[in-house]
């Protein structure tokens, strides 16, 4: 099952266990139950420290169950965790064995501290980026509190069971048989969620907080950048964000941030994080902006409030918060986003195995979703606004050699059609000659382009631009002196990681500059 290296580079990893620990798994006769064995006996022939056995009795198969002998640790995995999810076995195998788990000593507490029976299922497929964070969290959680257990289900593997629960999007995690929440979540975002006091508390601790000379809105490539390059002019510095990596997390492969041939996102918000943490910066995250009060006076402070009715105080502030996939805003999308409207083909793609579905958008991310989608799913259209593709020649030439894609340019999106429960077909307008028609298919994903997060600044009296982004000059700074922004956020073209952190380091200067001149 593993080939030579991984087993090498597991056995590595292996030596940290300290503590004996017993595989349980649940096996049928069927060819998965032979794979997993087969994955379960290359990991215990790497160490003394795990047997492995196979009366398990979960309503499952296959599936495992990862304990310590005579203890029922609450972790399970349904299905055969390799892909993104091989790092999520290794870690529930290092941290049964007792190797810590990395969270801090408050979290830790929070966890241990919350009661009642806490049941939870993730729904994963193998390529979504963001299910490990979602499943290592839970994982995190059972291991420290009996009364918490997870099972990680693999969605594709399972997918009579994701259809009766009508399941089209994943990470979809289920607590005590009841939906609990859907996408990427941090362990600190899933406690405050289930601990209703953690919002309260932590708005208490920032509101106690003395003003910053320069405060960070924004953890993604920017507002990351903005903070190192703040923090090394030792001034006090501060980065509250709604999540830290911002929509670096949701990118698949990043292939042309210079001097690193490759990544993924997660693993490149987390290489930003860590920077960040090495530097005399308060790190606030879960934090949502929802307005911004302009000091008065050349001396006053900006004051920046939040969601959770906490207030923070800045000399200068830089405002970072980036841009999301932008929406057809069409009827229908809202009532049935994760019910068939996706916006990520890497993690939901495999859902919809043997299906129908349309792709909007014809610049690279619409071109390069549907050829990935293409060898999933049983036929893909392509609907484009404009008469023609706007995505590069290479990527158009490899989608038109495909034979269960079909495209469609010219094409107004109008209406997405359900049935109530999900999606069944997509209305569109041919602009050529103002024909309504209708495509049936399962599924819709989304791909035309970003729209910058800057609702929340309308009242603010920053100038925007006619598209909703934040007009800066050539030192980052915006109409209001003292306030800065850099990145996805601003009217700087070409919206890429590259060019954010650049311009994240203009802003954190442009800033120190503003300080020392007044």
């Known amino acids: 099952m593993l080939d030579a290296n991984l087993k090498t580079q597991l056995k590595a990893y292996l030596e940290k266990v300290s503590q004996p620990l017993e595989i349980v798994a649940t096996l049928n006769d069927g060819d998965k139950s032979r794979e997993l064995k087969g994955l379960l006996e290359d990991v215990t022939s790497l160490t003394d420290k795990i047997t492995l056995r196979t009366d398990g009795q979960d309503g499952r198969a296959p599936s495992f169950a990862i304990n310590r002998p005579g203890e029922d640790t609450g972790i399970v995995f349904a299905g055969i965790p390799?892909?993104?999810?091989?790092?999520?076995?290794?870690?529930?195998?290092?941290?049964?064995?007792?190797?810590?788990?990395?969270?801090?000593?408050?979290?830790?507490?929070?966890?241990?501290?919350?009661?009642?029976?806490?049941?939870?299922?993730?729904?994963?497929?193998?390529?979504?980026?963001?299910?490990?964070?979602?499943?290592?969290?839970?994982?995190?959680?059972a291991l420290l509190n009996p009364?918490?257990?997870?099972?990680?289900?693999?969605?594709?593997?399972?997918?009579?069971?994701?259809?009766?629960?009508?399941?089209?999007?994943?990470?979809?995690?289920?607590?005590?048989?009841?939906?609990?929440?859907?996408?990427?979540?941090?362990?600190?975002?899933?406690?405050?969620?289930?601990?209703?006091?953690?919002?309260?508390?932590?708005?208490?601790?920032?509101?106690?907080?003395?003003?910053?000379?320069?405060?960070?809105?924004?953890?993604?490539?920017?507002?990351?950048?903005?903070?190192?390059?703040?923090?090394?002019?030792?001034?006090?510095?501060?980065?509250?964000?709604?999540?830290?990596?911002?929509?670096?997390?949701?990118?698949?492969s990043i292939e042309n941030f210079i001097s690193v041939p490759h990544t993924e996102g997660p693993k490149l918000a987390a290489a930003l994080e860590e920077h960040v943490k090495e530097y005399d910066v308060d790190i606030m995250n879960l934090q949502r902006?929802?307005?911004?009060v302009p000091a008065k006076g050349e001396n006053g402070l900006h004051e920046v409030e939040f969601e959770s009715g906490a207030r923070l105080k800045s000399k200068t502030v830089v405002l970072a918060t980036g841009a999301r996939w932008r929406e057809m805003n069409v009827p229908g999308e809202q009532e049935y986003r994760n019910k068939g409207v996706a916006y990520c083909p890497h993690c939901d793609g495999p859902l919809y195995k043997g299906k129908r579905v349309a792709v909007i958008g014809g610049g690279n991310s619409g071109v390069e979703a549907a050829i990935d989608l293409?060898?999933?799913?049983?036929?893909?259209?392509?609907?484009?606004?404009?008469?023609?593709?706007?995505?590069?020649?290479?990527?158009?030439?490899?989608?038109?050699?495909?034979?269960?894609?079909?495209?469609?340019?010219?094409?107004?999106?109008?209406?997405?059609?359900?049935?109530?429960?999900?999606?069944?077909?997509?209305?569109?307008?041919?602009?050529?000659?103002?024909?309504?028609?209708?495509?049936?298919?399962?599924?819709?994903?989304?791909?035309?382009?970003?729209?910058?997060?800057?609702?929340?600044?309308?009242?603010?009296?920053?100038?925007?631009?006619?598209?909703?982004?934040?007009?800066?000059?050539?030192?980052?700074?915006?109409s209001i002196p003292g306030v800065f922004a850099a990145g996805d956020v601003t009217t700087v073209p070409y919206k890429q990681i590259v060019i954010a952190v650049g311009e994240g380091a203009r802003a954190a200067l442009g800033a120190f500059d503003y300080l020392i001149r007044h």
């Open 82 to 141: 390799m892909g993104h999810e091989f790092t999520s076995l290794v870690l529930a195998l290092l941290q049964v064995g007792g190797h810590p788990p990395k969270a801090s000593e408050e979290v830790v507490g929070q966890i241990r501290a919350l009661e009642g029976e806490l049941r939870f299922e993730t729904y994963y497929s193998l390529s979504c980026q963001n299910c490990p964070d979602v499943v290592q969290s839970l994982n995190v959680m």
């Open 147 to 252: 009364n918490i257990h997870h099972v990680a289900i693999d969605g594709a593997l399972f997918q009579e069971e994701v259809e009766a629960r009508e399941i089209m999007s994943v990470p979809s995690v289920y607590l005590n048989g009841q939906p609990f929440d859907q996408g990427r979540m941090t362990l600190e975002q899933i406690l405050a969620k289930v601990d209703t006091n953690a919002s309260a508390r932590d708005a208490e601790k920032l509101n106690a907080m003395s003003a910053f000379d320069v405060l960070v809105v924004g953890g993604g490539p920017a507002g990351a950048s903005s903070a190192i390059y703040a923090a090394r002019k030792g001034i006090r510095t501060g980065v509250v964000a709604e999540r830290f990596g911002g929509q670096v997390l949701d990118t698949m």
């Open 289 to 292: 902006a929802v307005k911004l």
């Open 374 to 478: 293409a060898g999933v799913v049983a036929h893909v259209t392509l609907v484009e606004f404009m008469t023609e593709l706007r995505a590069d020649a290479v990527l158009q030439k490899k989608l038109r050699s495909l034979p269960n894609v079909d495209i469609i340019t010219h094409a107004q999106s109008t209406e997405v059609n359900g049935d109530g429960n999900k999606v069944n077909g997509l209305t569109y307008k041919d602009r050529d000659t103002d024909e309504i028609k209708r495509l049936d298919l399962e599924g819709i994903f989304v791909q035309i382009g970003l729209v910058p997060n800057t609702e929340w600044l309308r009242e603010s009296g920053l100038e925007l631009s006619g598209r909703g982004e934040i007009v800066t000059d050539a030192h980052g700074m915006t």
